[in-house]
């Protein structure tokens, strides 16, 4: 099966996930989770890093992302789906089968959409692979980004660091919206929120994706159980109000610190995010040095929590695999088969 891809991108927690579940609801769309062990997968096989297929398989039922597909295989039936010198042909192989388990009444389905945010870091890379693929940006405030990211286990945990992230991730998508010049559409979150139909209407447009109604509920993805907490609003009607909470979730003192990182305050003003203050704020120098030790300290304390929660991922994955199998052998689409 052959898909015409799109690839969503941006800064983490600006609605890459909202997008994708919304598109994903149509009958002509498969939406599949993070793709991110896709990205090192490509790599890992320019660089021949797989004496075979076999190793290729255990490598992936060993990536936590892969995991979180909930694939049921074997690494034999996984090797099968591999071809060390085709790229392309392998990720198709992979998304082929992630549909046929999850999504077995959509076999008319001709568009794949990946909502990883760092697709854009790969940019190059997906693009010698589909040349044919359209790519979406979805910018959010900043300062909701913070409001949002700034308690998780993982990225930024003050305001100072997220704005660094921030930044520096919105730079690589402008540098992707100049290199794709129309083949990348810029969507802001706070519009989709707001202007739900007349979004993804033009959405639909750009990505040929016929237009339904349905598509303003959501509902088209599969969460993986690791992520179903932070994405606890996804699959739900859209709010506009989560576009302005970011307000009464920073404090004057963390406003201030997102808005003192010079690109930041640049980068806010040019995408028509208003600030606070006409220049940036000025930080001491202790200040700053304070908020990389707090950023480095949580990071440490969050990382083996991360890593525990990826081992579990994985073997519960493992765990599942007969019922999961038993549940493919089911479905009248692979009968058909």
Known sequence: MNFRPVFIAGCDR?????????????????VTPESQFMH???IRLGLKSFDNAFQAAIWLQEHFRFAAWGMPMS???LAELIDLHDPRSTIENLVSRYARINHPDKQSADIWIDHTPDNFKYQTMLKRLFPEARFIHIV????AVCASIKSLEWGPNNAYMASRHWATRLQEALAVE???DGNCLRVRFEDLLEMP?????RICQFIDLPYETALLEGGGLHLPAFTKNQHRLVGRSIDPSRAASWQRKLSTSEIRDFESYPLTHTLLNRLGYKTLSQSPPSLSRCHVLKCYVHDFFRYMLNRSKHKRMEMKAILAN??????????????PFNQAK
């Open 197 to 201: 139909e007349k979004e993804i209407m």
């Open 318 to 331: 493992k765990h599942r695999m007969p019922a999961l199998m038993a549940r493919v052998a089911d479905n």
């Open 40 to 42: 090192d997968l490509v």
């Open 140 to 143: 959010r405030d900043g300062r």
């Open 75 to 77: 690494p034999q039936e």
């Open 178 to 180: 100049i290199a794709e």
């Open 14 to 30: 600006s609605g890459t996930t909202l997008l994708g579940d919304l598109l994903g609801t149509s009958r002509w769309s498969i």
